[in-house]
């Protein structure tokens, strides 16, 4: 060998598995084997028809992709259909109404199993006008207030 020239010997690299290789945005130091949770449960809630809904669900590990079930029905993301977008552990009905109303569950999924949050049931709001069921009896006849 020439003065100055210097070999180096290359060694066998290990083999990384295709299982690393999916996660590598969170590290290859991800325990394939650990079962996710819901640390932060969504929260069942009242709205009006055409209210704004947002339910939040935080689970650990937090690189795990969490998907949403409406009523059982898995929801394959966002859906302008049902006006429903969901971002993250974060699902926004951007307007209530009878579809979109129900039992709502946050699931995260990993290859050592599943786990579902607590339902959170959202009802749409029962709206009445202001003075309804207000009544005033006049000579034995019922009639409606009606602020008068």
């Not at 290789?21 to 809630?45: I, K, R």
């Not at 049902?82 to 209530?96: D, E, S, Y």
Request: net charge positive; proline share 7%.
């Amino acid at each position: 060998m020439p003065c100055g020239m210097m070999t180096m010997q290359r060694r066998k690299q290990p083999e990384v598995t295709l299982a690393c290789l999916l996660l590598a945005a969170a590290g290859c130091f991800a325990d394939l084997n650990e079962v996710p949770q819901v640390t932060v449960q969504p929260s069942s809630t009242v709205q009006k028809l055409g209210g704004t809904v947002i339910l939040g669900c935080v689970v650990e590990p937090p690189w795990m992709n969490t998907t949403w079930r409406l009523n059982g029905r898995e929801l394959n993301g966002s859906d302008d259909t049902l006006g429903i977008l969901i971002t993250r552990g974060t699902l926004v009905v951007t307007a209530l109404n009878n579809h979109t109303v129900g039992r709502y569950q946050c699931v995260a999924r990993m290859p050592a199993g599943a786990v579902a949050s607590v339902p959170a049931t959202v009802t749409l709001a029962s709206w009445c006008p202001e003075n309804w069921g207000v009544f005033r009896i006049y000579n034995s006849a019922v009639r409606p207030a009606l602020g008068y």
